[in-house]
């Protein structure tokens, strides 16, 4: 079972490669998928600054997917709108630190951070959103928010010792979770509890089509058609696992909410309201 260490040096180092010195200014919008997201774009967008936002988008997960990003936020209004392209890194890191707004589309999100490695894009994207910006993104593009992202196929029909998804670091906006996205339409229960059974300290998040969290401090709220699904062991009892073999969890709490319910991180209360 790997282990995670998260230190008060580590997260206070607003450098590192591994985490965001807390807290954060800004506030972040995970998109479990999906096309039909006016509303979330349009919440997005006035969070941004509305027509004044400056949005720059970071397609690496999928380049196909940059210039339809492109167009939906100009159609939503936004006064400037630029594609990153990490091939130019200098300006790359200029088109981020102005922005208002960065938002990441979808495609795989292995391929999202292996292709913005050691262009100083990582550190930009944290910088900007400690000091404010709304940073977003739907599918690849929510799940490379937290730490530890989900970054490989694994087994859908199991919960069994040693088919948990392979994990590997994202851009750590959102240390506290594992996002997965499609959640309910592609059946990731699965990889996400095992997941969360093998890295307990972090919450499960698992988000719809058409489905955004809006994260703000310590809170979510949901907006959507769909639902997200917590998967919470801080408090449960991990049975020791054997490849092969069932795995198993005392104690392991499931949250499902929709629209306008809210999740509070530190204690795992509820609260129901409308955005």
Do not use: C
């Not at 890194?89 to 292709?115: H, R, Y």
């Amino acid at each position: 079972m790997w282990s995670l260490l998260i230190t008060a040096a580590l997260l206070g180092d607003p450098t590192s490669s591994q985490s965001v010195s807390p807290p954060a200014k800004g506030q972040l919008v995970a998109v479990g998928g999906g096309t039909n997201l006016i509303r979330v774009v349009e919440r997005t967008l006035q969070m941004a600054g509305g027509k004044s936002a400056k949005v720059a988008v970071i397609a690496e997960a999928n380049p196909e997917n940059g210039p339809g990003s492109v167009s939906v936020w100009k159609k939503a209004g936004a006064a400037q709108v630029s594609l990153v392209n990490p091939r130019d890194p200098a300006a790359a890191v200029k088109m981020i630190q102005e922005a208002s707004l960065i938002w990441m589309p979808g495609g795989l999100q292995g391929v999202f951070m292996n292709s913005i490695e050691g262009t100083g894009i990582v550190e930009a994207i944290r910088k900007r959103y400690r000091e404010g910006a709304i940073v977003g993104g739907t599918s690849a593009g929510a799940a490379v928010m937290s730490q530890k992202m989900i970054g490989g196929r694994s087994d859908l029909d199991s919960l069994r010792a040693g088919s948990t998804p392979f994990l590997m670091d994202g851009l750590a906006l959102w240390p506290e979770v594992i996002v997965d996205q499609h959640f309910l339409q592609k059946g990731r229960f699965n990889r996400l509890a095992l997941a969360v059974m093998d890295y307990p300290e972090l919450i499960g998040i698992g988000i719809d089509e058409e489905t955004a969290v809006f994260v703000h401090g310590r809170e979510f709220e949901v907006v959507g058609n769909g639902n997200v699904t917590v998967i919470d062991a801080r408090k449960s009892r991990i049975e020791k696992m054997v490849k092969g073999e069932p795995a198993g969890a005392r104690n392991l709490k499931i949250h499902v909410l929709r629209e306008g319910m809210k999740y509070q991180f530190d204690d795992g209360t509820l609260a129901s309201g409308t955005p």
